[in-house]
């Protein structure tokens, strides 16, 4: 992202934060869950990570990890 552009992302958190989206699930240390936008399988959800970045090997390892860690949990 160029400098002054907004993440989207990082917006919609904002929105989740000021209990503006109906379709959170769940609230996690290191993410937000929410509902998918295409249901294609019933359910279907995504995580949102707290901390911007572009990928999670930006993220410091730990915090990195414990997303990881977040995102299997979901998963199973």
């Known amino acids: 992202m ?3 552009e907004s993440c989207g992302i ?3 958190i904002e929105r989740i934060r ?6 959170v699930v769940a609230e996690l ?4 869950v929410v509902l998918g936008d ?3 399988y019933r ?9 911007h970045a572009t990928e999670m ?3 410091p390892r ?15």
Do not use: M, R, W
Request: charge should be negative.
């Open 2 to 4: 160029s400098e002054g």
């Open 10 to 12: 990082c917006a919609g």
């Open 18 to 23: 000021a209990g503006a989206n109906p379709d």
């Open 29 to 32: 240390q290191h993410c937000f």
């Open 38 to 40: 295409a249901q294609f």
């Open 43 to 51: 359910g279907y959800c995504i995580a949102l990570a707290k901390t």
């Open 57 to 59: 090997f930006a993220l």
């Open 62 to 76: 730990p915090e990195a990890l414990a997303l990881a860690g977040e995102v299997i949990a979901l998963a199973e």
